[in-house]
């Protein structure tokens, strides 16, 4: 998808700001929306999800703004293991997670036998 708002922005047809998610997580803090839960111990990169509806917003303000096309990767910068995350739901909430390890998805990141992040 990149390529093609590439080539239409050197069309001269449009000015765009290319949004790279990492891994979305979190619940508003309203409580309105959770997230489900997952075992497994790949390394990931999260992001919050106000974080990244915040990151939508500062887009959107620079599209007005006429600033350049950009991408940017929207991550935390720092890697987790499923395992680290659900260790630390589990000491905030004071509840246990349920969790089980199953084998590795054909294709998924890590199958390899590279580190994922």
Do not use: W
């Not at 449009?14 to 309105?32: E, H, K, Q």
């Not at 599209?63 to 589990?90: D, F, H, M």
């Amino acid at each position: 998808m990149e390529q093609v708002l590439q080539d239409l922005g050197a069309a001269g047809g449009i000015t765009y700001i290319s949004l790279r998610y990492f891994n979305v997580a979190g619940a508003d803090r309203d409580g309105r929306n959770g997230e489900g839960k997952e075992g497994g111990t790949y390394i990931r990169d999260y992001i919050h999800v106000e974080d990244l509806a915040a990151a939508h917003v500062l887009a959107l303000e620079a599209l007005e703004q006429c600033s350049p096309t950009a991408a940017y990767n929207l991550g935390s910068g720092r890697g987790y293991s499923v395992l680290e995350v659900i260790k630390a739901a589990e000491k905030v909430t004071g509840q246990k997670v349920p969790y089980r390890f199953g084998p590795r998805r054909p294709g998924g990141a890590g199958s390899l036998g590279r580190k994922s992040y």
